[in-house]
């Protein structure tokens, strides 16, 4: 398993900017494909962003689409999530994932049980 630590959580006004990282351990993660998913306060675990191993493929949700950038900088194995025109309801636990290798670097990831190892998680907090 991938061990995941995430960072760069906090408090943030309504139309500010924040950067999410989460350091991976491990030897192949160029290999992992990666997502970020967040749960706010008395809801389900939902799906924001995944990226496949090499970068190439990238996905989004639509309530984020236009606002947050994955990115992934496989020399420090390291994926990232721009966050930028927050709303308060982007307020939750946001949670980093890497998938099991497949040995295809395309592959993207989106459903939960796509996903083998969970960091965490931190908190973003957007306030009105």
């Known amino acids: 398993q991938v061990q995941l630590v995430e960072s760069g959580g906090g408090l943030v006004q309504a139309g500010g900017s924040l950067r999410l990282s989460c350091a991976a351990s491990?030897?192949?993660?160029?290999?992992?494909?990666m997502g970020w998913f967040r749960q706010a306060p008395g809801k389900e675990r939902d799906f924001v962003a995944a990226?496949?191993?090499?970068?190439?493929?990238?996905y989004y949700a639509n309530s984020v689409k236009g606002r947050f950038t994955i990115s992934r900088d496989n020399a420090k194995n390291t994926v990232y999530l721009q966050m930028n025109s927050l709303k308060p309801e982007d307020t939750a636990v946001y949670y980093c994932?890497?998938?099991?290798?497949?040995?295809?670097?395309?592959?993207?990831?989106?459903?939960?049980?796509?996903?083998?190892?969970w960091g965490q998680g931190t908190q973003v907090t957007v306030s009105s």
């Open positions: 994932a890497a998938g099991p290798s497949t040995g295809n670097s395309y592959y993207v990831a989106r459903a939960e049980e796509d996903f083998g190892s």
């Open positions: 491990g030897r192949a993660f160029k290999m992992y494909p």
């Open positions: 990226i496949s191993g090499n970068g190439v493929s990238i």
